[in-house]
């Protein structure tokens, strides 16, 4: 189930310091709005993210909460907010929604932020919960980008993730995506649920391949706790993920990306060209700034970052209040910054920019293998990705 971070009480009006505020929107410093959805027809068994099936809450008043919040951003962010380059809406299941309550919070964003010319504009979707007439009127009402969670495409790999699609779904789905005119198509893959093979997997990649995606996400199963899977795992119904077998799924999908044209630009996230990278996430991994709308979404502004009341309810009656639905607020300090920039950059296929303390650190990973050096910057190797968390404390040490 999903936790908040332990963190300071935030102000009643969500107040900002006035340093946080300075310098946003500076080049280098791209500011999106993140809207989570916390509502599913059901929970998947491996998900811990913060979600709400019909009977546990519904989505009664989600849109007009949506507006109270952008109007709170307004207010704190004042002449200082910067145009929205990015928007991503995920969850949940965005599309449970009407297309008109999503077209409704894309308003609201430009009402109360301004869209910037030529924003980037994602949902999630699961595959099952979009047609052609829907996925037409999310495209009229300004979505350029969807993110469509196929998972797998072998049938028992689905039963076993408490997937409800059918296995070609998400690849019809992709294909009437870009016959509504979408701009960018991406596809979400787990591998390493239990009881998948080395043949279901590369069948799934190749599925995915097949739709003729122009971006791909494929993520390691984490069993985590709380979650339906975790207590498979736990009776001994299910094995625990091997991380040799990871290891290789990994190289599997670096390989038939690389024969399809996608190249890796994140240790998880491939692309087939630098202009189909998502921008949105291009901005958290880069230590950009965002506005997290919704139950339990988080934020970060110039350093400082927050996060809301997980709870649909809690977040609506603080906004109907007037009040900030904080429930907690963070400034790390210069160490914590630190660890957490290197985390981030050095999983890019641009890399990190090493200073002056990190140089011998990376040569000694770059004489094991794990990194390539290009001027001052580290790049990682194939291997370096499967050992990415080695990397990060060899360099922020």
């Avoid at 380059?85 to 609201?108: K, M, Y």
């Avoid at 290891?247 to 390989?255: I, L, N, S, V």
């Avoid at 990306?257 to 998880?268: D, N, R, T």
């Avoid at 040569?363 to 990705?385: C, F, I, P, Q, Y």
């Amino acid at each position: 189930m999903a936790r908040l971070p332990d963190g300071d009480r935030p102000p009643h009006d969500g107040t900002l310091p006035a340093a946080a505020l300075r310098g946003l929107g500076a080049p280098g410093r791209p500011f999106g709005v993140y809207v989570h959805v916390p509502y599913c027809t059901t929970r998947c068994g491996y998900c811990d993210f913060n979600t709400y099936i019909p009977s546990e809450a519904g989505p009664e008043g989600y849109v007009g909460a949506v507006a109270a919040e952008l109007a709170l951003a307004r207010r704190v962010l004042g002449d200082a907010a910067p145009p929205v380059a990015t928007v991503f809406v995920g969850g949940g299941t965005p599309t449970l929604l009407p297309a008109a309550d999503l077209a409704a919070v894309v308003a609201l964003i430009d009402e109360h932020l301004g869209l910037a010319p030529g924003a980037e504009v994602t949902t999630e979707a699961n595959p099952e919960s979009v047609d052609p007439a829907k996925l037409a009127a999310l495209r009229a009402a300004g979505f350029t980008r969807i993110s469509l969670g196929m998972q797998s495409a072998a049938p028992h790999v689905l039963a076993t993730l408490d997937r409800h699609h059918t296995p070609g779904r998400a690849v019809a789905a992709a294909r009437e995506a870009r016959a509504a005119g979408f701009e960018h198509v991406s596809l979400d893959l787990i591998y390493g649920t239990p009881g998948e093979t080395a043949a279901d997997w590369q069948m799934s990649v190749e599925t995915a391949l097949d739709a003729d995606p122009d971006h791909v996400s494929a993520y390691s199963l984490i069993v985590e706790p709380g979650t339906r899977l975790a207590a498979r795992v736990r009776r001994g119904e299910l094995p625990t993920p091997d991380d040799d077998v990871l290891a290789e799924r990994y190289e599997t999908t670096e390989a038939l990306m690389a024969q399809a044209g996608l190249g890796w630009y994140e240790v998880s996230n491939w692309a087939r060209t630098a202009a189909d990278r998502c921008r949105h996430n291009m901005g958290y991994w880069a230590g950009g700034d965002w506005w997290g709308v919704g139950p339990g979404a988080h934020s970060h502004v110039g350093g400082v970052r927050w996060w809301n009341a997980l709870h649909p309810a809690r977040w609506m009656a603080a906004l109907a209040d007037g009040a900030s639905p904080a429930a907690g607020r963070e400034t790390p300090d210069d160490d914590a910054a630190r660890l957490e920039r290197v985390m981030l950059e050095v999983r890019l296929r641009d890399g990190l920019a090493l200073d002056a303390t990190q140089r011998d650190a990376a040569a000694r990973l770059a004489d094991d293998g794990l990194l390539e050096l290009d001027g001052d910057r580290a790049v990682l190797t194939l291997r370096g990705r499967l050992l990415a968390d080695r990397v990060t404390l060899a360099l922020a040490g």
